[in-house]
């Protein structure tokens, strides 16, 4: 199954995706991840990227296109992928389409991960990940059962996104208003859009996925490849 994760920064695609990545044997795909690497590497794709992230804006379309094409070339050793922050334009959903399609795949469905814009400031600025192996923790909703400790793999080094504060997510936000949120209705007109309430806790919004998710496995009779 090929799904991708639709919705505002802060919405917890990255966490729903990691839950999904394990649990339905998906891989992974998350452009932001492909970029925040090409910066720590410090690559030419890097250099040209990160300024434009701290501004919160998107980077150009072949860069994040061709990040994408790379990957989906790499193939994977999952039942499928889930893409999480990409498509955010209607350039890239088109070239996605396009992409697939060469390759004789397809998407299947896309969950749109429904919040309110003002909670998102909150949940975004107490952040943190785990520098190891990328589970997310908040300062407020979801702090590591130990202090300090990584759930996941033990890990002590967490870190914090440089984009993470009040001011760069506004701008994040206006560019999910002004570019990202024309998907809903290009995927609503292929007919693969399925809504869920991002605003429940991460277990809830999970649960709702993974029922959408089964919806699309029934009406086809068969667990889409
Ligand atoms: P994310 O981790 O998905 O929130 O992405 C962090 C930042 O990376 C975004 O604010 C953009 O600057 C950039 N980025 C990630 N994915 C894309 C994309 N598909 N198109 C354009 N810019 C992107």
Redesign the pocket.
């Known amino acids: 199954m090929n799904l991708v994760l639709l919705g505002p ?1 802060g919405a917890g ?2 966490t729903q995706a990691n839950l999904l990545e394990t649990e339905r044997s998906l891989v992974k795909l ?4 492909m ?2 690497a090409a910066v720590a590497a410090g690559t030419e794709l890097g250099r040209k ?1 990160g300024d ?2 701290e501004r ?4 150009p ?1 072949d860069i ?1 296109i061709g990040l994408i094409a790379e990957r989906l070339d790499a193939g994977g050793k999952g039942k499928g992928f889930i893409l ?6 209607i350039a ?1 959903a088109e070239a996605l389409d396009r992409l697939l399609a060469e390759r004789g795949k397809k998407l299947d469905v896309v969950i749109k991960m429904q919040v309110d814009d003002d909670p998102l400031v909150k949940r975004i600025a107490g952040r943190f990940t785990c520098a190891d192996c990328g589970e997310g923790y908040h300062d407020a909703f979801k702090t590591p059962k130990v202090p300090d400790v990584c759930d996941r793999c033990g890990s002590t080094q967490f870190v914090r996104r440089r ?1 993470d504060t009040e001011e760069v997510v506004r701008s ?1 936000l206006e ?1 999910y208003h002004a570019q990202t949120e024309p998907l809903i209705d290009y995927y609503r007109t292929q007919g693969k859009l399925k809504c869920v309430d991002g605003m429940a806790e991460i277990g809830a919004v999970h649960r709702a996925i993974g029922r959408a998710l089964d919806g699309v496995k029934l009406k086809s009779g068969k667990t889409p490849g």
Not at 30 to 33: A, K, L, Q, R, Y
Not at 56 to 59: E, K, M, R, W
């Open positions: 920064p695609k990255g998350s452009t932001g991840d970029l925040r990227a434009i992230m919160g804006q998107l980077v379309d994040v999480d922050g990409f498509p955010r334009t890239q984009d994040r560019a």
